[in-house]
């Protein structure tokens, strides 16, 4: 039997100005999936995804990522959790005052990479997002959509067995969005799990991945998988 | 490993130099922190040693009643030369109170012409053992002497001992009270600085969490720049005394500093240096902890 690499039971988020943000969420994530996180803006999508990679605590209820049990009292695996996976996350948390490539060795170094490794992997990277032309460019000159393909960048450049990505594609066109949706099913087909945000049902329309909906902090619809679908690497 | 190492002291330097204006700020104020306590060390340890110079001289004076018998003197001696404390002792008869009386006065050795030595009282000079030469041990060696009968005066230079005592005291009581002010005053600049530092890193700090650089990776380079800091005031503070001690010594009027010949005014010694620096060293350090538990919880 195949063990969830994202398990999330019962799990409540209420923000001290009592607003609800999430209630009794309970879903199972395989390894190999890619699904589609899909509901309205304000639906609950980015506080989910922000408790996944440990950014927030939930109010009460229990999570499971990579086996670890994040929820715990004094769980103070978080970095090792996070060298698993990579993040893209709606205000794309770049250094503003470093260049396109920098960003992304950057996030290598921290993890231990050596430098000429990383500038090598980083360059890769851009060459698959159309960065190329402006790898010495500082942040503060790319427009939105190129900030945003920089930070996927910064999230598949460690390879990651799982990917959380909130909005990945908000700011880019259409033609840009296909291109990053081949990257990501690239990584999926390799194996990767992909955890995708979206309110964009024409997105979710095209391809045939799973499908969570959530609507004012509630599952509606998808907390089984298919495991037809789930690609074992 | 030694890429580790030469990340981290690169990352340690970059946010230096990031913020060097605050950083000087601290290694200034470690320095004048350090300064002050380093120069209350010196003033004690000089102090000290003056203290120790003289302290060999204290001697203790038991003067004999008049009349008692020559006969007794042998027996005195060896009843005072077994009393606790007493290191070696010397008869003074009235005769060779009287030659020294002669050497002290010089040219005047005439006004005492006339005067026998008879009037003049025998003594007994009792040097003590060190750890006796102070005034608390003194006094039970006087006690003692005190219940002598053939003794009439006790004499030790009392005030001298009590105040030079009380004054070591007062200034090592003043550099420790002084120290632990300055101590606190240290971990509370260094962290506060390092926290600027923490807080103008915070969106480089925020990305390294994300992308799951460990705690120590984000938090050793603040450890190094606060052992760092603490290194530069403690070396500043060290520099500086130094120049103030020559300084000092050598803008004296030449009257002092005759009389300064004979009482050396020596420097801290290596070790206390040593210390001193050692001391900046883990404030400085103790400062960057307290900062980075404030600051740099994961998040």
């Known amino acids: 039997m195949i063990e969830a690499i994202i398990q999330m039971q019962h799990v409540f988020k209420t923000y001290p100005s009592q607003i609800s943000a999430l209630s009794d969420v ?45 929820t715990q009292p004094g769980f103070k695996k978080i970095y090792q959790l996070r060298q698993a996976m990579g993040i893209v996350s709606q205000d794309f948390k770049l250094l503003k005052d470093r260049t396109v490539t920098e960003n992304i060795t950057f996030a290598l170094e921290v993890t231990g990479h050596p430098r000429e490794e990383a500038k090598w992997k980083a360059l890769e990277i851009l060459r698959h997002l159309g960065l190329e032309e402006r790898e010495s460019d500082s942040i503060f000159s790319l427009s939105a959509g190129e900030q945003q393909r920089v930070a996927i960048a910064r999230a598949l450049v460690n390879s990651p067995s799982l990917l959380l990505a909130d909005e990945p594609t908000g700011n880019l066109d259409a033609k840009m969005t296909l291109r990053v949706m081949d990257i ?9 799990t992909i955890v995708f945000a979206t309110q964009f049902t024409g997105l979710i329309k095209r391809y045939s991945y799973r499908v969570i909906q959530i609507l004012n902090g509630q599952i509606l619809d998808g907390r089984k998988a298919d495991t037809n679908k789930i690609h074992q690497g | 490993m030694i890429f580790f190492l030469q990340d981290m002291m690169r990352r340690t330097f970059r946010n230096m130099m990031g913020n060097l204006f ?20 010196l003033l004690a340890y000089n102090l000290t040693n003056f ?15 008049r009349g008692t018998p020559s006969s007794e003197v042998e027996a005195l001696l060896s ?14 008869s009235p005769y060779d109170a009287m030659d020294f009386m002669e050497m002290k006065l010089g040219r005047q050795k005439n006004l005492l012409e006339g005067i026998q030595p008879a009037v003049l009282p025998a003594s007994l000079e009792i040097q003590l053992k060190k750890e006796y030469r102070n005034s608390t041990k003194i006094k039970e060696v006087v006690a003692q002497l005190k219940k002598i009968p053939q003794f009439e005066e006790i004499q030790y230079g009392q005030e001298w001992v009590e105040t030079f005592s009380v004054l070591i005291h007062i200034l090592r009581l003043t550099q420790w009270i002084l120290g632990g002010l300055l101590l606190i005053a240290i971990v509370f600049i260094t962290s506060h600085t390092l ?21 120590a990776f984000i938090r050793v380079p603040f450890y190094v720049e606060g052992l760092i800091q603490g290194l530069l ?14 300084g000092l010594f ?22 206390t240096t040593v210390w001193i620096l050692l001391g900046g060293m883990i404030l400085g350090f103790f400062g960057s902890i307290v900062a980075s538990m404030r600051v740099l919880q994961y998040k």
Not at chain 1, 186 to 192: A, E, I, R, Y
């Open chain 1, 26 to 70: 309970t879903l199972e994530i395989f390894p190999g999936e890619f699904t589609f996180i899909a509901g309205p803006s304000g639906s609950g999508k980015s506080t989910l995804l922000r408790i996944l990679y440990c950014s927030e605590k939930p109010t009460s209820g229990e999570v499971i990522v990579h086996g670890m049990h994040i």
């Open chain 1, 184 to 192: 990501l099913t690239d990584l999926h087909q390799k194996g990767s």
């Open chain 2, 22 to 41: 605050s950083n000087l700020i601290t290694i200034g104020i470690i320095a004048i922190s350090m300064l002050i306590f380093s120069t209350f060390t």
């Open chain 2, 51 to 65: 203290f120790n110079l003289w302290e060999d001289k204290i001697e203790v004076i038991a003067y004999l009643k």
């Open chain 2, 79 to 92: 009843k005072t030369r077994l009393l606790e404390g007493v290191e070696t002792l010397r008869y003074v």
């Open chain 2, 195 to 215: 926290q600027l530092t923490i807080s103008s890193r915070r969106e480089e700090i925020e990305v390294m969490q994300w992308m799951g650089a460990s705690p």
């Open chain 2, 233 to 246: 005031g403690g070396g500043l503070a060290i520099l500086f005394l130094f120049l103030l001690h020559q």
């Open chain 2, 250 to 271: 050598f803008n004296l009027p030449p009257s002092i500093q005759a009389w300064l010949a004979k009482i050396p005014v020596l420097f801290l010694p290596a070790k």
